[in-house]
């Protein structure tokens, strides 16, 4: 079955430091990719998105690379700000009808910016 | 984008008592909607896939008659946690796919038994 393996965290980090997160999968297929980010007490949002190899999500600052050679979706940040602590989630949906809707989840990273 | 809500956003409860969690779309109808379940510092679990008109799907290891959906309609959802107890303590949330298939999640529901 599908499955997501994501960086544990928690991960601390000064304001304006490089972030990586990074996440790899398993999935048959070509399935779709996603970086999901949830704030405390709130619900999931999504964050970027991916739905071929070598396709690049990107959204304030954030980014991640889709690459089929290395099953990988790493979500990268140039400069991190304290409005960036959050937990962040990679996610994947199969390419299979069966599962064309559900979505596989990662664990889950904790960040932390410091000001 | 489209809109995901729940109600309540947080409840208290009793051990033993029923609690339904609303999920509505309000901006878009969804045939399918998810409920995922969330523990503490923990990833999203899968619950059960809610279809409209039809029964809903759940997963391994889930407890259907505890864990009562029901899809009244194409923007409505709702999960009722039967005779909860402690244990079911957790965040629920619920999300609903686009017509593009992207999802769009409510904002959780968090859920104490005492």
């Known amino acids: 079955g599908n499955s997501v393996t994501q960086m544990e965290g928690p991960v601390t980090l000064s304001e304006e430091a490089f972030l990586t997160i990074n996440c790899t999968y398993t999935?048959?297929?070509?399935?779709?990719l996603f970086w999901y980010v949830q704030y405390p007490g709130e619900g999931l949002q999504l964050l970027l998105k991916?739905?071929?190899?070598?396709d690049k999500g990107s959204n304030k600052g954030f980014e991640a690379t889709y690459r089929k050679e290395t099953t990988s979706f790493h979500l990268e940040k140039g400069s991190v700000q304290v409005s960036d602590s959050a937990v962040y989630f990679c996610?994947?949906?199969?390419?299979?009808?069966?599962?064309?809707?559900?979505?596989?989840f990662g664990s889950g990273t904790q960040l932390t910016v410091l000001p | 984008g489209a809109v995901v809500s729940q109600h309540p956003s947080w409840v208290i409860c009793k051990s033993g008592t029923s609690v339904k969690i609303e999920c509505r779309s309000l901006d878009f109808q969804a045939t399918t909607m998810f409920w995922y379940r969330q523990f503490p510092k923990q990833s999203l679990m899968l619950m059960a896939t809610s279809n409209e008109g039809s029964k809903a799907t759940y997963e391994q290891g889930v407890e259907k008659d505890k864990f009562l959906i029901n899809h009244a309609s194409l923007t409505l959802s709702t999960l009722t946690v039967t005779s909860a107890h402690p244990e079911d303590s957790s965040f629920y949330i619920c999300s609903a796919p686009s017509v593009y298939n992207e999802q769009f999640f409510g904002p959780g529901t968090r859920l104490t038994v005492l």
């Open positions: 999935a048959t297929g070509y399935p779709s």
């Open positions: 991916a739905t071929k190899a070598d």
């Open positions: 996610a994947l949906r199969g390419s299979s009808s069966g599962s064309a809707r559900q979505l596989t």
